[in-house]
T-cell receptor, first 117, second 116 residues
Framework: AQSVSQHNHHVILSEAASLELGCNYS??????LFWYVQYPGQHLQLLLK??????LVKGIKGFEAEFIKSKFSFNLRKPSVQWSDTAEYFC???????????????FGKGTKLSVKP | DAGVTQSPTHLIKTRGQQVTLRCSPK?????VSWYQQALGQGPQFIFQ???????QRGNFPDRFSGHQFPNYSSELNVNALWLGDSALYLC???????????????FGSGTRLTVV
C-alpha cells in the first residue's frame, strides 16, 4: 500500500532560519506530489505541486520543493522563515493511473512548524 | 475564502446516532472528495463523487456513505457513530481532470464532529 512519511512531528525555528521538511513516499510508479499548508483555524491550502519536468518546483510564499526520484523524496524548503509561516505542513501523494488520474491523495501525518519572532 | 463551503462547522453527537455533513464545491468544480482528519493525523480519503456516483472509495466501513446532487453539492452520512469517528471532516473539490494529471484539490474548512 502507498504511504507517505514526514520525518518531523514538530519543528521550532527562529525567524530568518532556513527550513527543510522531509517527505518520503512509497510507490514505485508515476506520482503527483503536493505540499499543503494549514494555518491555525484555516483550511488546507496548496503550497506547490510536482507532476513532471524540472524536479525543483517553486510554490507560493517563497517555498520550494525538490523531487528526488531515486530517494522517493519530496522535501520542502524555505531559505528564511517568518513568524507568519507558523502552521502545519502536509505532504501528499497521488499515484497516477491509480483508478484513473483522479486517484485520491495520500497524506503524511503532518509537521507542525513554530517560528519564534 | 476557501471557495468550498461546509456545514455545519461544529457538531456534537451521541454514540449510535447518525450524522449528515454537507459540502458545496467551488464554482466550476464537479468532483467532490471527502476526507477524515483525526487529531494529530493527516487527512484520510473516504470517497470521491463524480456525476452523482461514488467513483472511488478508501478504507472506510459501509457506515460511511455519501451522495452527490445534480448541482455537484455533496453529503457525507455516518451511521451508528462510534467515539472513534470524532474528527475533522474535510470536503475537497476539483474539476474533473480526465486523463490529465491531478491538479490538486480545493479544501473546505471542515466540520468538527465530536461523538460523546
Amino acid at each position: 500500500a502507498q504511504s507517505v512519511s514526514q520525518h518531523n512531528h514538530h519543528v521550532i525555528l527562529s525567524e530568518a532560519a532556513s527550513l527543510e521538511l522531509g517527505c518520503n513516499y512509497s510507490y514505485g510508479g508515476t506520482v503527483n506530489l503536493f505540499w499543503y499548508v494549514q494555518y491555525p483555524g484555516q483550511h488546507l491550502q496548496l503550497l506547490l505541486k510536482y507532476f513532471s519536468g524540472d524536479p525543483l518546483v517553486k510554490g507560493i510564499k517563497g517555498f520550494e520543493a525538490e523531487f528526488i526520484k531515486s530517494k522517493f523524496s519530496f522535501n520542502l524548503r524555505k531559505p528564511s522563515v517568518q513568524w507568519s509561516d507558523t502552521a502545519e505542513y502536509f505532504c501528499a501523494v497521488n499515484a497516477r493511473g491509480y483508478g484513473g488520474s483522479q486517484g485520491n491523495l495520500i497524506f503524511g501525518k503532518g509537521t507542525k512548524l513554530s517560528v519564534k519572532p | 475564502d476557501a471557495g468550498v463551503t461546509q456545514s455545519p462547522t461544529h457538531l456534537i453527537k451521541t454514540r449510535g446516532q447518525q450524522v449528515t455533513l454537507r459540502c458545496s464545491p467551488k464554482s466550476g468544480h464537479d468532483t467532490v472528495s471527502w476526507y477524515q482528519q483525526a487529531l494529530g493525523q493527516g487527512p484520510q480519503f473516504i470517497f470521491q463523487y463524480y456525476e452523482e456516483e461514488e467513483r472511488q472509495r478508501g478504507n472506510f466501513p459501509d457506515r460511511f456513505s455519501g451522495h452527490q446532487f445534480p448541482n455537484y453539492s455533496s453529503e457525507l452520512n455516518v451511521n451508528a457513530l462510534w467515539l472513534g469517528d470524532s474528527a475533522l471532516y474535510l470536503c475537497a473539490s476539483s474539476p474533473d481532470q480526465g486523463v490529465r494529471p491531478l491538479w490538486g484539490y480545493t479544501f473546505g474548512s471542515g466540520t468538527r464532529l465530536t461523538v460523546v
